[in-house]
């Protein structure tokens, strides 16, 4: 089964910046799609960044200019590069990944870390 690691969660200051690692047990080519999730308490999990086999990428309005999404396919992992944080941040943060291009529908999840923003 395909299995992901996240890694890189923490407390971090406004303004401050974090990467979060995301490592899948087979090849990042296998998948049509990848990205980050985040869920604060009482709020729907919502799509922060996402990024395509073919290198396209996207982002929540709230996180673009901020936040970055790449990967290195040799180390079968992606990242989520953060910065200039915001309390509204805080939230926890889960990668996935599909054979799908559709992130929004079915996938693998993992599972999950904690990203705190507050002084």
């Known amino acids: 089964q395909v299995q992901l690691v996240e890694s890189g969660g923490g407390l971090v200051q406004p303004g401050g910046s974090l990467t979060l690692s995301c490592l899948a047990s087979g090849s990042l080519f296998s998948f049509a799609a990848m990205g980050w999730y985040r869920q604060a308490p009482g709020k729907q999990r919502e799509l922060v960044a996402g990024?395509?086999?073919?290198?396209?990428?996207n982002y929540a309005d709230s996180v673009k200019g901020r936040f970055t999404i790449s990967r290195e396919n040799a180390k079968n992992t992606m990242y989520l590069h953060m910065s200039s944080l915001k309390p509204e941040d805080t939230a926890v943060y889960y990668c996935?990944?599909?054979?799908?291009?559709?992130?929004?529908?079915?996938?693998?999840w993992g599972q999950g870390t904690q990203v705190t923003v507050s002084s």
């Open positions: 990024i395509r086999s073919g290198g396209s990428t």
């Open positions: 996935k990944v599909s054979y799908y291009r559709n992130l929004d529908t079915t996938g693998f």
